[in-house]
Structures are given as structure tokens and as C-alpha cells.
């Protein structure tokens, strides 16, 4: 069995940074493609960033130079540092991951912006 679990999420202001982890475990024999998305209420979920195994970044518009995601693969574990931060960012923040050829998620954690 394969979990991912998120942490790092919470309350800040606008302006502010926040860091949000990901950790995959159980029995992992690969890891592709790791990514976040996010689902704000009443909208869709969308990619906020992706990250491949060696190190290829994508990002969404709405975030390209404030975000920035990493990856320690030695780890098992995906990174989102989030800066200058917005009350438009606010939403559940969910890790996603290609692992062992199935696509795999998160259960969220809330970021919240305040103004």
C-alpha cells in the first residue's frame, strides 16, 4: 500500500511564504512524475507544479516565479515552497504522484491567505 501524506499548510498573510511537504510511503518500487495541485471552493482542482525524476519543472502561470517545487527522491518526498503569497492562493493543496504506474493522491491540507 502506497500513501502520500501532505504537511505544512495553515494561515498566513498576504505576503507571506509557506512550505508544504509530501511524503510517499509504503512499498514504493518507482517514482515518476510528482506534482501539487490545488482546488479552491467552488472551482475545479488545477496543477499549481509538476516535477519529474530527474529534476524537469512545470509550473502554472498564476504562480511561475513565487512558487518553486523540489524533490529529494533519495527521500521519497516532493516540496512546495510558496512565496509572496495571495489570498487567490487559498485552497486545498494536494500532492499528487506517479508511483509504481498508478497515479496517487493526497488527502490535502488548507492554505489560507488572509488579506
Known amino acids: 500500500q502506497v500513501q502520500l501524506v501532505e504537511s505544512g499548510g495553515g494561515l498566513v498573510q498576504a505576503g507571506g511564504s509557506l512550505r508544504l511537504s509530501c511524503a510517499a510511503s509504503?512499498?514504493?518500487?518507482?517514482?515518476?512524475?510528482m506534482g501539487w495541485y490545488r482546488q479552491a471552493p467552488g472551482k475545479q482542482r488545477e496543477l499549481v507544479a509538476t516535477?519529474?525524476?530527474?529534476?524537469?519543472?512545470n509550473y502554472a502561470d498564476s504562480v511561475k516565479g513565487r512558487f518553486t517545487i523540489s524533490r529529494d527522491n533519495a527521500k521519497n518526498m516532493v516540496y512546495l515552497q510558496m512565496n509572496s503569497l495571495n489570498p487567490d492562493d487559498t485552497a486545498v493543496y494536494y500532492c499528487n504522484a506517479f508511483v509504481n504506474r498508478v497515479f496517487r493522491w493526497g488527502q490535502g491540507t488548507q492554505v489560507t491567505v488572509s488579506s
Open positions: 509504503g512499498s514504493i518500487f518507482r517514482i515518476n512524475a
Open positions: 516535477i519529474t525524476s530527474d529534476g524537469s519543472t
